[in-house]
C-alpha cells in the first residue's frame, strides 16, 4: 500500500467529528427570568420533541441530572430548571421572596410559561414532588406522565429519618431550628443522604455532595433550608389533594425507587398504586439519590415508559406538543 492509499484508507475508517456514534447531544446552560426570579435551568434535546421537566430536591439542583439528561435528551425535549435557593438560580433581594412549597410551585409554574411549555411529562424527586404534584393539580390538561424517583405523596412513605424535623413543626423553637441547623446542614450531613443505603459509598461521585454543600454554605442559605423544613408540613396536609388529583386524572405515573432512602421508604412507592392501579412500581438497591448509582436502569425504565404511553415522536411531531 502506497502513502496515498494509506492517506485514503484512514480518512475513510477515521471517526467524523460529526459522527453520531461518538456525538451525545450538548446540554445547555441558560437563565430566564420567571415571577421575579432569574431561573438558572439546563436543556437539551430538539425543540421539537416531547418535553420531560426534571424537578430536583433538597439539598442538590440540576446537577444532579447532569447523566440523566444525555441519555435522554436523543428522544425528548429535557429541561431541568434549579429551584429559588438551590443551585445556581438567583432571586433578588429586592423580590422579597418567602421559601414556602407554595411559592416555589409559583415560581417554576411561571418558568414553563416563560419558555413557553405547555405540555410535559415530570420527572419528581424528594422536594420536587410536592412541587410538581401541585402543577399537575393546577393542570392536569398539561401533564403527560410522571415519574416519580423519590417523590412522596403518602404518609407511608415518610421514613423515621423524618424525625427530628417533624419535631420542628410540632414546635418550631430556635432549639430545635438550631437541631437541625447542626445535624443535617452539615457536610457530614449531605454526604450521609446521598451515600446511606448504597451498598459501596466511595462508587458516589463526591462532586455531587461535595458542590451540594458548597452552595449550602452561601450566606443565609440555610435559613432558606430551615423555613421549607418547616414548612414541608404544608405538604403532607396536601397529601390528600394530591391523591385525589391521582384518582380522578389516572395520569400514567412510574415510580422508581430508591428501596433503602431512609426519608421516603417503599411504602410510599407502593401507595400510588391505591389511586393509580395501573401505576407502574420499581425498586432498586440503593438510597435516596438512585440516580448516583442506577442513572442507566433509571434512564432506560423511563424511555421504555414514555413510550409505552405516547410520551414520544410521531412522524417528526412531538405526541405532547409545546
Excluded: C
Amino acid at each position: 500500500m502506497n502513502d496515498a492509499t494509506s492517506r485514503t484508507a484512514a480518512k475513510r475508517t477515521a471517526p467524523s467529528q460529526d459522527d453520531a456514534r461518538f456525538t451525545l447531544p450538548r446540554t445547555s446552560i441558560d437563565r430566564v427570568e420567571a415571577d421575579g426570579t432569574h431561573v438558572f435551568y439546563r436543556a437539551a434535546g430538539e425543540a421539537s420533541a416531547p418535553v420531560v421537566l426534571l424537578l430536583h430536591g433538597f439539598p442538590t439542583s440540576s446537577f444532579m441530572f447532569r447523566e440523566l439528561i444525555t441519555r435522554l435528551a436523543s428522544d425528548y425535549r429535557v429541561i431541568a430548571p434549579d429551584l429559588p435557593g438551590f443551585g445556581f438560580t438567583e432571586v433578588p433581594s429586592e423580590r422579597q421572596y418567602s421559601y414556602t412549597f407554595d411559592h416555589l410551585a409559583a415560581t417554576i409554574d411561571a418558568f414553563t410559561q416563560a419558555l413557553k411549555i405547555d405540555r410535559y411529562a415530570i420527572y419528581v424527586f424528594d422536594y420536587g414532588a410536592p412541587i410538581g404534584f401541585r402543577l399537575a393539580m393546577a393542570h392536569p390538561e398539561r401533564v403527560t406522565a410522571i415519574v416519580s424517583q423519590n417523590g412522596n405523596a403518602y404518609e407511608e412513605g415518610l421514613g423515621e429519618a423524618w424525625g427530628p424535623i417533624r419535631k420542628y413543626w410540632g414546635s418550631p423553637t430556635a432549639e430545635n431550628r438550631d437541631i437541625l441547623r447542626q445535624s443535617i446542614l452539615t457536610a457530614g450531613g449531605t454526604r450521609w443522604q446521598y451515600t446511606h443505603g448504597v451498598a459501596n459509598p466511595e462508587i458516589v461521585p463526591p462532586e455531587s455532595y461535595t458542590l451540594d454543600t458548597a452552595l449550602l454554605e452561601r450566606p443565609g442559605n440555610k435559613e432558606i433550608q430551615l423555613d421549607l423544613f418547616l414548612d414541608y408540613a404544608s405538604n403532607v396536609k396536601l397529601y390528600p389533594k394530591f391523591q385525589e388529583y391521582f384518582r380522578r386524572s389516572k395520569p400514567p405515573l412510574l415510580a422508581i425507587w430508591g428501596k433503602n432512602d431512609p426519608f421516603f421508604v417503599p411504602e410510599g412507592a407502593e401507595a400510588f398504586r391505591k389511586d393509580i392501579p395501573r401505576a407502574k412500581v420499581q425498586f432498586l438497591d440503593t438510597g435516596h439519590f438512585a440516580l448516583e448509582t442506577h442513572v442507566v436502569e433509571i434512564a432506560s425504565a423511563m424511555k421504555d415508559f414514555l413510550a409505552a404511553n405516547g410520551v414520544r415522536h410521531q412522524s417528526g411531531e412531538s405526541t405532547a406538543a409545546r
